[in-house]
Structures are given as structure tokens and as C-alpha cells.
């Protein structure tokens, strides 16, 4: 076996192993921030929740689930005060890694009841609407 495919082979194998990692990672992290909810299980829990959209605001502006609030993912370190503590917040965004560093840093500051959207405001498939200019 030539020199050249040995060393793709050992590039595969770290490539494999850095998305194995990558996957274990989100799955820890998942666990440890909250509650993953189905588009049921958000359903049911949201009018008692505090919804958070951390999409951008353009995005959010054109689609967001009923009754939820734009909190853009960078700048949630400044507005999470804005939040009530003793009620449950119910996150989303397009992205799960994006979802978790927010409960991830909602938890450190104290919030206890944190869920999140399993798939996504791209699989949502409750009441939306489109915020006013």
C-alpha cells in the first residue's frame, strides 16, 4: 500500500472521529441544558412558557411562532434579564448548536425550566406570524 493512501485513510479516520465527537457533544450538551420538546410538546407547554426566537431579526420579522419574542443569539447576554426566571423558557432557532449555547448560558444564569425545539423553526408546524414593521 502506497504512502499516499495510508495517509488518506488516517485523514478519514480523524475526520470520522471529529464528527463522532461532534455528535457526542450535542447529544451531552442536550442533555444537560433541558428538555428537548417535539412540535406537540412545545404546543402544549407554550402558553404557560416564555417563547425566545434567537434567530436574527430579519428572519424573525418575516416568520416567527406565535407569541414568541426576538432575543438574536448575540445579544441574549445583554437582554436574558429581560427574562422571568420562574417560568419555564421555551427556545428555537434554525440551528440546535445555536439553541443549546443559549440554554446552555440561560442555565448558568440561573434559569431552571429550559426546553427547546427538537427540529427547528424550519419543521414548526404550529401557528406563526409575521412581525409588524
Known sequence: MSSFLIIVDVI????????VIY??????????VGGELDNEGFKEGMRKAQIVDLR?????????IDGARSFPYQTLRYKYQELRPDLPVYLYSDSLTITLRAARFLKKKGYGHLFYLKDGFENWDGRTKKAKY
Open 56 to 64: 436574527e431579526e430579519a428572519p424573525f420579522k418575516r416568520k416567527h
Open 12 to 19: 478519514l479516520i480523524i475526520i470520522i472521529a471529529a464528527m
Open 23 to 32: 455528535w457526542l457533544y450535542t447529544k451531552i450538551m442536550a442533555k444537560s
